[in-house]
């Protein structure tokens, strides 16, 4: 059975946040084409993929230690960090 976007939790959460941080929109069009985050580190290499979920706030944590993850790595050559 196919889920309505008026029955989806996910949705409403999402209606929920956007009403607490005073966002309007007309939800025509593309509104809930969902997108995410790659993380790449210097040599293009992805490190950290983040896929959005409609209704959930962006984990900018999470992120934040995806990226100092990524430089840290790219500083440390052969178990030494480079000076």
């Given at each position: 059975?196919?889920?309505?976007l008026?029955?989806?939790?996910?949705?409403r959460?999402l209606?929920?946040?956007?009403?607490?941080?005073n966002i309007?929109?007309?939800?025509k069009?593309?509104g809930?084409v969902?997108?995410?985050i790659i993380?790449?580190?210097?040599?293009?290499v992805?490190r950290?993929?983040y896929r959005?979920e409609?209704?959930s706030?962006?984990?900018?944590?999470?992120i934040?230690l995806a990226?100092?993850e990524?430089?840290?790595?790219?500083?440390d050559?052969?178990g030494?960090?480079?000076?």
């Open positions: 059975m196919m889920k309505t008026s029955n989806d939790k996910s949705y959460n209606s929920e946040r956007l009403q607490s941080k309007t929109g007309n939800m069009g593309e809930l969902q997108g995410g993380i790449f580190d210097k040599a293009g992805a950290h993929a959005e409609t209704g706030e962006i984990p900018i944590h999470d934040l990226i100092q990524a430089v840290r790595d790219e500083d050559v052969g030494q960090q480079k000076e």
